[in-house]
């Protein structure tokens, strides 16, 4: 099975894009179904076969990995009820199936993006992760530094807040890492890159080489139990991407 996709799956996009409603969405979900929801879930279990090699812990099933194509509105003042791509989310076993640090990717009419990194921490991981970034600071800018890293995903993305979290000083060697909310790094590609054969192995190239990053935001995660589980009252950007 073809783990790649077809022009038919960027034009139904592109008319999802412009007719978000059920009407026009019921009327071609067999496209969906064929051109876009089966393709993408063959191109996961693809993937989670490389990932034995590098990384199987952030195996999953993929109908587990890939996100529905259904909009959370609850909190959201946009009520349409799709997203405009089509997404995966490699977890690490272990971690709620949303946080965490894990590797990232989404397709839509305009763009390839490929992630990693820990993007939605649940407030007892954020809090871990920035006392482990307090300690190791030096090895993050290290991995960060990385040429390849660098050349394939892009410059570090922290959404830093203003002001240094409370309980971390002002002057820390580690501020500016410590006031960020999520952690990670990113590609955006031209979305033709989709229709390639070679798709699957530009996304685990990536994979691979962000790997590192990966692993040290879990590492602080993986020493206690995550005890939150509330439902946040704020929607990040990338949750609403995910």
């Known amino acids: 099975m073809a783990t790649h996709f077809t022009p038919e799956a960027l034009k139904f996009l592109r008319g999802l894009a412009r007719n978000n409603n059920r009407d026009w969405f019921e009327a071609r979900r067999s496209i969906y179904e064929n051109e876009l929801k089966t393709p993408m879930l063959a191109l996961i279990a693809a993937i989670n076969g490389e990932l ?30 799709y997203k405009k791509h089509i997404s995966a989310w490699f977890a690490r076993t272990g971690l709620p199936s949303k946080s965490g640090g894990g590797f990232y990717f989404h397709l839509s009419a305009k763009e390839l993006i490929v992630a990693a990194g820990c993007y939605m921490p649940e407030p007892e991981q954020l809090l871990a992760i920035r006392n482990y970034l307090a300690e190791h600071h ?7 530094a990385n040429a390849r890293l660098k050349r ?10 203003a002001r240094v979290p409370k309980g971390f000083a002002k002057d820390h060697p580690a501020a500016d890492l410590i ?16 229709l390639s054969p070679g798709l699957q192995k530009e996304l685990v190239s990536r994979f691979r080489t962000a790997l590192p990053l990966v692993n040290f935001l879990n590492a602080p995660l993986l020493t206690a139990p995550i005890q939150s589980r509330k439902i946040p009252t704020t929607i990040s950007p990338m949750q609403r991407l995910l």
């Open 52 to 81: 034995a090699e590098f990384a199987p812990q952030h195996i999953r099933p993929p109908h587990k990995t890939m996100f529905r194509i259904y909009r959370d509105t609850r909190f959201a003042t946009d009520k349409s009820p």
């Open 179 to 194: 006031a960020c909310r999520k952690w990670g790094v990113s590609a955006t590609l031209a979305p033709e890159l989709a």
């Open 138 to 144: 030096a090895e993050y800018r290290r991995i960060l």
């Open 152 to 161: 394939l995903m892009g410059e570090f993305d922290g959404e830093r807040m």
